[in-house]
């Protein structure tokens, strides 16, 4: 089965803390995605990456960062954690091709004290 | 990027066809639509896809306009643990095709 593994299911951090959100694919997919997901909302994209080293902002980029040095990998940092980055965290991959199912992980509950 | 609207909540009761209809009059194309459903505390679960033909698998049918420009994904004896927001998506099929999600459409199936 294919699998995205996000590699927190539940974190505290304090506001000010550098945070990483791991998350990795296991079915060589060349586009990651990182979502945020709020009551009311919906999921909003914060980026994605189409290939390794390869970005592209999402909707709501500002205070977050991305990493993928490895094609399975794919990270999200929040270089400094504010309240307002308390949400549930989603990873997404999918192959580069027509009609390809899109895989997401299991979430991860951030919050920020 | 073609986005979706979808109505905020939908009931059904359990048994009957659920129709969950989505409107994405900006589509290109190439691009296919998608749906997830969501249920609370989890990673969305993907239903089905389809470009212009329709489409049916285990779990639902998915019903696409001629002009594309709406669709619609039919769960055809709703049971309660269908209840869940269904997540309608418009994805361009190359390789930097962002995944823009709308707010989705709460069902409630009901005894």
């Known amino acids: 089965d294919v699998k995205v593994t996000q590699s927190s299911r539940y974190l505290v951090k304090r506001t000010g803390e550098k945070v990483f959100l791991e998350c990795v694919q296991d079915?060589?997919?060349?586009?990651m995605f990182w979502y945020r997901q709020d009551p009311g909302l919906g999921l909003r994209l914060i980026y994605f990456?189409?290939?390794?080293?390869?970005?592209e902002k999402g909707d709501i980029p500002e205070g977050y960062s991305v990493s993928r040095e490895k094609k399975e990998r794919f990270s999200l940092i929040l270089e400094s954690a504010s309240t307002n980055q308390t949400s549930m965290y989603l990873c997404a991959s999918r192959t580069g091709y027509a009609g390809n199912t899109i895989y997401f992980g299991e979430g991860s509950w951030l919050t920020v004290v | 990027d073609a986005k979706t609207t979808q109505p905020t909540s939908m009931d059904c009761a359990e048994g009957r066809a659920a129709n969950l209809p989505c409107n994405h009059s900006?589509?290109?194309?190439?691009?296919?639509v998608y749906w997830y459903r969501q249920i609370h505390s989890q990673g969305p679960q993907y239903i089905i896809h389809g470009l212009k033909n329709n489409e049916t698998n285990e779990m639902a049918s998915l019903i696409i306009t001629e002009d594309r420009k709406s669709s619609t994904l039919i769960l055809p004896h709703a049971t309660l643990r269908d209840t869940a927001v269904y997540y309608c998506i418009v994805s361009y099929s190359g390789n930097t095709g962002k995944l823009i999600f709308g707010q989705g459409t709460t069902l409630q199936v009901k005894p």
């Open positions: 900006t589509i290109s194309g190439n691009e296919y």
């Open positions: 079915m060589d997919h060349e586009n």
């Open positions: 990456s189409y290939d390794v080293k390869m970005k």
